[in-house]
């Protein structure tokens, strides 16, 4: 087992992405896209909870970067329709979109906070585009990236041009607030408070935020990185087993 650590990483936390035999590494990204952090054992656990046997190893914790132009494909059409309706309206389209990511084949959109509502309306209203179907929005949790821990992220569906793209908005867990889009996908209703009940993520002008799937009074956002396992100890055929986060650790 020590052989096999060594050849990951090793507990003073050498990365061994600078190494050739970082291509053995699954999903990696080379040294391209921002490093939010560097992870150490196979899910990351600290002071229990993985029990993988992978505590050696070691690995960058990677977000990709912006793309540039061409963007291939029918990406450009959208991204430069976009980009003219905003300015129809008087809006910058800097100041709208904060990147443009292009990854494994999917165009992202990263869109200020701000400006949300309005780039979604655009984005359904205008001929060009139609995106009329949102799927709904998801939350993600990265404790790391300082200042935008917490992600939303929405799936759009033309049917008019059968395309999809997906648009991201960034909040600091400080300042957990994300315009709702419920007036501009009305399906978004608990989508977003299932986010809301999961990851905290406040969607300011949703007209029921309330918790959907835990109890009114529960305390924290059980999809959140930092929160704990938790668990109540089970007991079965005589043997006690530990809650999640009290069992034995290989890291």
């Known amino acids: ?17 600078k190494d050739l035999s970082a291509e053995n590494l699954p999903g990696q990204r080379g040294q391209g896209g921002e490093e939010i952090r560097v ?20 690995r960058s914790v990677r977000l990709p970067g912006p793309a540039s132009r061409p963007y291939g494909g029918w990406f450009d059409e ?12 008087g809006l910058l389209p800097d100041n709208a979109i ?11 959109f990263h869109i200020e906070r701000e400006h949300l509502v309005r780039v979604a309306r655009t984005l359904r209203d205008d001929p060009a ?12 949790h990265y ?3 300082k200042g935008r821990e917490l992600h939303a992220v929405y799936h759009l569906r033309s049917i008019t041009h059968n395309r ?41 002008g949703h007209p029921a935020l309330t918790r959907i799937m835990m109890p009114d009074d529960w305390q ?15 007991e079965y055929k005589g043997a006690q087993i530990p809650a999640p986060d009290q069992r034995r650790s290989y890291s």
């Open 78 to 89: 959208v991204a430069d329709e976009l980009e003219g309706a905003l300015e129809e309206q």
């Open 164 to 204: 999809l793209i997906r648009l991201e908005v960034s909040a600091p867990d400080s300042d957990p607030h994300i315009p709702s889009l419920f007036s501009v996908y009305p399906t978004n209703d608990w989508h977003e408070r299932e986010t809301y009940d999961f990851f905290g993520i406040v969607f300011d």
């Open 220 to 234: 924290g956002f059980p999809q959140r990185k930092d929160y704990p396992l938790g668990g109540i100890p089970v």
């Open 1 to 17: 087992m020590s052989d096999a650590n060594n050849t990951a990483g090793d507990a003073n936390g050498v990365n061994p992405e």
């Open 143 to 145: 404790p790391h990236d």
């Open 129 to 140: 585009l139609r995106f009329e179907l949102c799927t709904g929005v998801s939350g993600v």
């Open 39 to 58: 992870q150490r054992g196979m899910f990351g656990a600290n002071n229990g909870g993985d029990t993988s046997g992978y505590g050696g190893l070691v």
């Open 98 to 108: 904060e990147k443009t990511v292009v990854d494994r084949g999917e165009v992202t």
